[in-house]
Antibody, heavy 117, light 110 residues
């Protein structure tokens, strides 16, 4: 059974860099795109971007200047870095498995990241 | 502001039928990209409900169905049950190479 397990710092100060990791267990790492999606408190889902095992990536234009994703095939992990965070970046961050334009069939448990001074 | 537009809320009595709309544009749904639907229960991650416009993953009851026409899509739930009370999101892709979501619809079972 495929499982996505997420971890990372849950409390940040403004201007710091958000850093999250998503580990893929029980299924293949290559052949898929791994997406990051966030949900602000009480709000809808926002697509952040996607990356595959070889590092090919696409980012949301509204976040592109601050986002960096990476993939580590030796550990079956993908990482998300979001720089210069503000309170507006407070959200639950999810990783999810899919393909370009395909549905997300497996999701991580989500990590709440709070940005507060 | 979400790229895909959904009604904020819908409601229905047990046993009734409800439909949730999802409106996009010529650069996403209208460009031929598939529409997928997710159900999100409070405090949990979204779960795939419908994929490829009108296909159900294994385990999803046939009370749930999807449709797409032009730049819009819809999710229909028949025989409404109390356990269907949740938030529902549509999702597609855009020709600018990004995933796009609807703002979500809260379904209340009266």
């Amino acid at each position: 059974q495929v499982q996505l397990q997420q971890w990372g710092a849950g409390l940040l100060k403004p201007s710091e860099t958000l850093s999250l990791t998503c580990g893929v267990y029980g299924g293949p790492f290559s052949g898929f795109y791994w997406s990051w999606i966030r949900q602000s408190p009480g709000k809808g889902l926002e697509w952040i971007g996607e990356i595959n095992h070889s590092g090919s990536s696409n980012y949301n234009p509204s976040l592109r200047s601050r986002v960096r994703m990476s993939a580590d095939t030796s550990k079956n992990q993908v990482s998300l870095n979001l720089s210069s965070v503000t309170a507006a970046d407070t959200a639950v961050y999810y990783c999810a498995r899919g393909l370009i334009a395909a549905p997300y069939d497996y999701w991580g448990q989500g990590v709440l990241v709070t940005v507060s001074s | 502001q979400s790229v895909l537009t959904q009604p904020p809320s819908v409601s229905g009595a047990p046993g009734q039928r409800v439909t949730i709309s999802c409106t996009g544009s010529s650069s996403n749904i209208g460009a031929g990209f598939d529409v997928h639907w997710y159900q999100q229960l409070p405090g949990t991650a979204p779960q795939l409900l419908i994929y490829g416009d009108n296909n159900r993953p294994s385990g999803v009851p046939d009370r749930f169905s999807g449709a797409k026409s032009g730049t819009s899509a819809s999710l229909t739930i028949t025989g409404l049950q109390a356990e269907d009370e949740a938030d529902y999101y549509c999702q597609s892709y855009d020709s600018s190479l990004r995933g796009v979501f609807g703002g979500g619809t809260k379904l209340t079972v009266l």
